[in-house]
């Protein structure tokens, strides 16, 4: 067994294949309903024996109205046949890549509902729908490249010590997606500049401790349910293009500024405001936030101006302090000394409140 530090150190040491839950997916995709009439979705990091997100989209093809359902994997799926138990095995040691793509499921049960055992049914009396991959599997591969520029949504986990890589392809094909990843990947050089020009932002749930099913080689786990070991990951939080309602709530603002408790960066003009609760109503220059501020953040209410890690002017901080404690950052003098800050998104009110 082991706490969700080790859980995190898994993920840096890119040991990170975990597979979602079905309640946590159905928490977040019910928000995004009316994007997928008519459309194609791909599930390019979900290996179709265990994805819950193609089980989702599978049992809520035809209410959502979907064209197309494809699922894609790597070789060496690791809990094969544990969660879905779809697709027969010949051979516990074949797990080379599959590739499933539904076109149709039919109600086999004439009640309008979409249930695992139609889908079953397909699969099983279907031959052409789950067919081997030539390649790995992996999502860079050409033939995995192929099957991304002919769909319309990415829905997945993908690995996410490889999130960078990731997201950096869906920009450059240019495909709406929904994704699981990590609070902070929105500090990651390659990601905030997107969310900065709201290209990309965050999803409804963000920072969570969520469960993952892990491998059965994994050493790190919080407890075994049916045979499978689960874990917990902290800062876990949906990364979209895909627009939903919360996006746009504006933060309720009843502080008000005074110099006393607001005080001005050394490093950097603006004021600091340790929570995102503390954002003063009557204040229209820059503000230092904490990166939760992007859960809330809603782009009709504010600006945001760029990051810490990119705007601080640590010349400043080298003269007045001389040793670092650390990269770059914003300060503020406290009783005299100077005190290094969380990172902060720096933000400006776009209307008066």
């Known amino acids: 067994m082991a706490r969700n530090k080790s859980l995190n150190a898994a993920i840096k040491a890119r040991k990170d294949e975990f597979y979602t839950l079905l309640p946590d997916i159905e928490n977040e995709l019910r928000y995004y309903k009316k994007h997928f009439r008519g459309k194609s979705v791909l599930c390019n990091c979900d290996d179709p024996y265990e994805s819950n997100f193609f089980k989702y989209f599978a049992m809520n093809f035809n209410q959502l109205g979907l064209k197309k359902l494809t699922a894609t994997c790597y070789n060496g799926s690791p809990i094969a046949g544990k969660e879905l138990q779809l697709f027969p095995i010949d051979d516990e040691s074949d797990r080379t890549a599959w590739k499933i793509e539904i076109t149709e499921v039919a109600d086999m049960n004439g009640d309008g509902a979409t249930n695992l055992s139609d889908v079953e049914y397909l699969i099983r009396n279907n031959k052409n729908v789950l067919t081997r991959l030539k390649c790995n599997g992996?999502?860079?591969?050409?033939?995995?490249?192929?099957?991304?520029?002919?769909?319309?949504?990415?829905?997945?986990?993908?690995?996410?010590?490889?999130?960078?890589?990731?997201?950096?392809?869906?920009?450059?094909?240019?495909?709406?997606?929904?994704?699981?990843?990590?609070?902070?990947?929105?500090?990651?050089?390659?990601?905030?500049?997107?969310?900065?020009?709201?290209?990309?932002?965050?999803?409804?749930?963000?920072?969570?401790?969520?469960?993952?099913?892990?491998?059965?080689?994994?050493?790190?786990?919080?407890?075994?349910?049916?045979?499978?070991?689960?874990?917990?990951?902290?800062?876990?939080?949906?990364?979209?293009?895909?627009?939903?309602?919360?996006?746009?709530?504006?933060?309720?603002?009843?502080?008000?500024?005074?110099?006393?408790?607001?005080?001005?960066?050394?490093?950097?003009?603006?004021?600091?405001?340790?929570?995102?609760?503390?954002?003063?109503?009557?204040?229209?220059?820059?503000?230092?936030?904490?990166?939760?501020?992007?859960?809330?953040?809603?782009?009709?209410?504010?600006?945001?101006?760029?990051?810490?890690?990119?705007?601080?002017?640590?010349?400043?901080?080298?003269?007045?302090?001389?040793?670092?404690?650390?990269?770059?950052?914003l300060y503020i003098s406290k009783n005299g000394e100077l005190t290094r800050m969380y990172e902060r998104v720096l933000i400006r009110k776009k209307k008066n409140d």
């Open 138 to 329: 992996d999502f860079r591969s050409d033939e995995c490249v192929a099957l991304l520029k002919e769909t319309d949504i990415v829905v997945t986990n993908p690995p996410f010590s490889l999130f960078r890589e990731y997201v950096a392809q869906l920009m450059e094909y240019g495909k709406k997606f929904l994704i699981i990843g990590n609070q902070n990947n929105i500090t990651y050089k390659e990601i905030f500049p997107l969310l900065m020009s709201n290209k990309i932002w965050l999803g409804v749930n963000c920072n969570k401790t969520l469960e993952f099913k892990m491998p059965d080689t994994y050493e790190y786990w919080n407890r075994i349910e049916d045979g499978v070991k689960i874990g917990k990951v902290s800062g876990i939080t949906w990364f979209t293009n895909l627009d939903h309602d919360k996006r746009h709530d504006e933060i309720d603002l009843c502080k008000r500024y005074t110099p006393e408790e607001y005080p001005v960066y050394v490093n950097y003009d603006a004021i600091e405001v340790g929570f995102v609760s503390d954002i003063p109503c009557d204040y229209n220059g820059v503000m230092g936030v904490p990166i939760t501020f992007m859960h809330k953040y809603c782009p009709e209410q504010f600006e945001i101006i760029g990051i810490g890690l990119e705007l601080a002017d640590m010349n400043i901080i080298r003269e007045k302090k001389g040793k670092l404690d650390g990269g770059p950052r």
